[in-house]
């Protein structure tokens, strides 16, 4: 089972910059490449959203129409961890951030307990 955590939510004006940090175990060193990293947000009242992913094995990126431009996924596959780096926030931007693994072999999902990202206007 995969175990997810993540940090670096926080109180921010519009315009600034935040970077969330998911540290990820529990992978085998197989199974590691097998696995989508993801970002998600819930914003108060609405759905859980895709915001950005990566592919553990060649490291493709997609992002939702919403951040392209401002918002840059990456990892460090040492560590192992993801990050979201989000510039440019928008108040609209202010939801609870979830990391999340999906395997490709089993389809089994695995969630971070989420972040608040907050940003004034």
């Known amino acids: 089972q995969v175990q997810l955590v993540e940090s670096g939510g926080g109180l921010v004006q519009s315009g600034g910059s935040l970077r969330l940090s998911c540290a990820a175990s529990g992978f085998t060193f197989s199974s590691y490449s097998n696995y989508i990293m993801s970002w998600y947000r819930q914003a108060q009242g609405k759905e859980r959203e895709l915001v950005a992913s990566?592919?553990?094995?060649?490291?493709?990126?997609n992002y939702a129409d919403s951040v392209k431009g401002r918002f840059t996924i990456s990892k460090d596959n040492a560590k192992p961890t993801v990050y979201l780096q989000m510039n440019s926030l928008k108040p609209e931007d202010t939801a609870v951030y979830f990391c999340k693994a999906l395997s490709r072999v089993t389809s089994r999902s695995d969630w971070g307990q989420g972040t608040q990202v907050t940003v004034s206007s």
């Open positions: 990566i592919n553990n094995d060649g490291g493709r990126t």
